[in-house]
């Protein structure tokens, strides 16, 4: 098992996101607390370009999809250029793709060699139900990609719903 990590940058109004190792939802705390973060302030972002390299990823679940699916939302939502996303591994661009993330980030095979010096994010202490709320928003964001993922994501969508306390 390759240990999770998250490392970030903010360069000349460009924000690099790098991914490593198996993504769970068990190590997603960071990753959502860093988006609501850069993007839930009620000026511009930070981020002018966004660019995500997957390319050492070597498992990724729902959740951390969602995140992006999430974060590219946010771009969207924010007037800013889909995010680029750098992906080497056939199987997960074959996921990410499948969950019609290919329609709101552009995919490249070949990460720009950039000399940014990354920031590991570290996770955030959430509760547990702060982690429900995460990995319902996550959910929530992928059933607004395709009615395909609706079917294959309302059910758990449902569940969380049902099983979280209302705030």
Same mark, same amino acid.
């Given at each position: 098992?390759?240990?999770? %990590? $998250?490392?970030?940058?903010?360069? *000349?109004?460009?924000?690099?996101?790098?991914?490593?190792? =198996?993504?769970?939802? /068990?190590?997603?705390?960071?990753?959502?607390?860093?988006?609501?973060?850069?993007? %839930?302030?009620?000026?511009?972002?930070?981020?002018?370009? &966004? &660019? &995500?390299?997957?390319?050492?990823? /070597?498992? $990724?679940? !729902?959740?951390?999809?969602?995140?992006?699916?999430?974060?590219?939302?946010?771009?969207?939502?924010? *007037?800013?250029?889909?995010?680029?996303?750098? !992906?080497?591994?056939?199987? $997960?661009?074959?996921? #990410?793709?499948?969950?019609?993330?290919? %329609?709101?980030?552009?995919?490249?095979?070949?990460?720009?060699?950039?000399? /940014? =010096?990354? /920031?590991?994010? =570290?996770?955030?202490?959430?509760?547990? %139900?702060?982690?429900?709320?995460? $990995?319902?928003?996550?959910?929530?964001?992928?059933?607004?990609? !395709?009615? *395909?993922?609706?079917?294959?994501?309302?059910? &758990?969508?449902?569940? #969380? *719903?049902?099983?979280?306390? =209302?705030?």
């Amino acid at each position: 098992m390759t240990e999770a %990590q $998250i490392l970030f940058a903010c360069q *000349k109004d460009h924000c690099y996101f790098k991914l490593i190792g =198996e993504l769970r939802y /068990t190590n997603a705390s960071g990753m959502d607390d860093l988006l609501e973060r850069l993007f %839930q302030q009620q000026q511009q972002p930070l981020c002018g370009q &966004v &660019v &995500v390299d997957i390319t050492e990823v /070597t498992f $990724i679940d !729902s959740t951390h999809i969602g995140l992006l699916a999430s974060l590219a939302r946010h771009c969207q939502q924010h *007037k800013l250029p889909r995010p680029l996303l750098f !992906s080497r591994d056939d199987e $997960i661009e074959h996921l #990410l793709r499948g969950l019609c993330l290919d %329609q709101v980030f552009d995919f490249a095979a070949q990460p720009r060699v950039q000399h /940014t =010096e990354l /920031t590991e994010v =570290e996770p955030a202490a959430y509760q547990d %139900q702060q982690q429900g709320q995460m $990995i319902l928003r996550a959910h929530q964001a992928l059933l607004d990609l !395709s009615d *395909k993922n609706r079917a294959e994501f309302q059910s &758990v969508v449902d569940l #969380l *719903k049902q099983q979280l306390p =209302e705030d």
